[in-house]
């Protein structure tokens, strides 16, 4: 569907240069050597070429939203957008007729403590008209609520109460934002880094008051921790500049 | 062959439109109107106008049914129909969201950056 879409490239069109830039979509082209090992992934320039320019697309419809555009070494695309544009963006992407991404695969979210805003949501969508898939990335802290999505798309009630759940992230005007995994009186949010592997609490069986109760974990052995660095530098590709020393006004730079 | 309106769609819940071509004019002028409501350079009126009208010549300039899914080349009428529908409800609420303004707010540093 590339095909019908006009390629329209604006001046000073920032967010090309975050495709380029960007660490995960570092694809090395091989201009001269074809590849003849079986187990290296072909490259595919011409899909990736097309989605590149969908997502230039995108970005250009709602600039409004959209922080930065994507596409992986194997060839997916990626939207990220601030919060508050969840549902234009997927309203967009589902009824316009260049996309009609009507169908929601999957709703994630991922943990990354550091950050400032550590959840970051993804939605997974596939158009079944145009045979192509979109994930579509936002960001939350905590605290912050996000929209929910199940207006969208109804396939998201059970996956944001999964989030809600096991993250924490609340969803406004859920229609239905209950847990759904863990135990019913459980505290806590299992799938953030910071929540043990264990657990706060186990349960068992008290014949004395003849139910299940709950009681802060023992574990046989203690717990090892493996230190699984490696001596040798692990992402050779993803280096970062490192700064050269900086000198104070008045220093003399060293003979 | 022109007038044998086909007996189904063989999509569950689709019915078979028997006036096609009314229908999607009506729903194109409104979605061109709706879109009227857009400032002149905003991206998502430009294309969609440009599809829309693309369209819409096919419409106009065909009358056969058959021939004209063939030159849409998007799937049955009806699907087109549903389509034209979606796009006139989200060209609705793209007036009021107006997303061709400039970014909301940039997102902190490192927020996207991987591997971590």
Known sequence: MAASLVRFVRSGFGRSLNVAKQSAAIVQTRTTTTETRPTVRPKDPVTHTQLSEFGEYIAEILPKYVQQVQVTCFNELEVMIH???IIPVLTFLKDHTNSQFNNMIDLTAVDVPTRQYRFEIVYNLLSLRYNSRIRVKTYTD????????????QAADWYEREIWDMFGVFFANHPDLRRILTDYGFEGHPFRKDFPLSGYVEVRYDDEVKRVV???????QEFRKFDLNSPWEAFPAYREPKDAPKLESGDKPAK | MAGVIKKTTGLVGLAVSHNPHERLRILYTKILGSLQTMPQDAAYRKYTEQLITQRFNHVKSEHDVEKLEKKINCGQIEEVISQAEAELALSRKMTEWKPWEPLVEEAPANQWKWPI
Do not use: I, K, N, Q
């Open chain 1, 83 to 85: 919060p508050e544009g």
């Open chain 1, 142 to 153: 905590e605290l912050t609520p996000l929209d929910s999505s199940v207006p969208v798309h």
């Open chain 1, 214 to 220: 709950a009681e802060p974990v023992e574990l046989t």
